[in-house]
Antibody, heavy 120, light 113 residues
Framework: QITLKESGPTLVKPTQTLTLTCTFS??????????VGWIRQPPGKPLEWLAL???????LYNPSLKNRLTITKGTSKNQVVLTMTNMDPVDTATHYC????????????WGQGTLVTVTS | DVVMTQSPLSLPVTLGQPASISCRSSQSLEYSDGNTYLNWFHQRPGQSPRRLIY???KRDSGVPDRFSGSGSGTDFTLKIARVEAEDVGVYYCMQGTHWPPYTFGQGTKLDIK
């Protein structure tokens, strides 16, 4: 059974750095073709893809946010970490981590999401 | 970036009736390998998105066969043959051909009349 779960702060202040962790089970991030990505959704708004890391360590970022994002494999084999710098209230959103088994076919398993609110 | 445009944005449907959602991309989604990487997701209220369809028309495991996807190039359609109560929520198309970034449509909200 494949599961993913996001963890991290629910509140951050403007200008702070957000660090989110995705802990997954039921698959390996060393399997060819597999990746773990992050997608966010501001309240009442559409989905926006943020970043993706592949089995081979390759990283992809949304160009509109690239300067603020870093995605890494965690110290544990079943974790992926996303950092986003210089947070702003417009970054308030539910953040999802999700698995892809093909670089082209989107995300086949999703976490439950975690709401991060940016407020002073 | 490839812009994904869905219509309608709101879709009230009577139970048991069919429903159809359109998704248009600003560039052809046919890749050099001959595949077209267009996905459909369903997000129920308060839940995470769930992928229904990939490569235009391939249903994910467990997706009822009342859901079907079709299209090519820049024009795609998701059809629900007979809407059931559990189908309410927001439907998103997403392209996986031209990245980064992967891009989603703005969503179509389906509810029951």
């Amino acid at each position: 059974q494949i599961t993913l779960k996001e963890s991290g702060p629910t509140l951050v202040k403007p200008t702070q750095t957000l660090t989110l962790t995705c802990t997954f089970s039921g698959f390996s991030l060393t399997t060819s073709g597999v990746g773990v990505g992050w997608i966010r959704q501001p309240p009442g708004k559409p989905l926006e893809w943020l970043a993706l890391i592949y089995w081979n360590g390759d990283e992809l970022y949304n160009p509109s946010l690239k300067n603020r994002l870093t995605i890494t494999k965690g110290t544990s084999k079943n974790q992926v970490v996303l950092t986003m710098t210089n947070m702003d209230p417009v970054d308030t959103a539910t953040h999802y981590c999700a698995r892809t088994s093909s670089v082209y076919d989107g995300f086949d398993y999703w976490g439950q999401g975690t709401l991060v609110t940016v407020t002073s | 970036d490839v812009v994904m445009t869905q219509s309608p944005l709101s879709l009230p449907v009577t139970l048991g009736q069919p429903a159809s959602i359109s998704c248009r991309s600003s560039q052809s989604l046919e890749y050099s390998d001959g595949n077209t990487y267009l996905n459909w997701f369903h997000q129920r209220p308060g839940q995470s998105p769930r992928r229904l369809i990939y490569k235009v028309s391939k249903r994910d495991s467990g997706v009822p066969d009342r859901f079907s996807g079709s299209g090519s190039g820049t024009d795609f359609t998701l059809k629900i043959a007979r809407v059931e109560a559990e189908d309410v929520g927001v439907y998103y198309c997403m392209q996986g051909t031209h990245w980064p970034p992967y891009t989603f449509g703005q969503g179509t909200k389906l509810d029951i009349k």
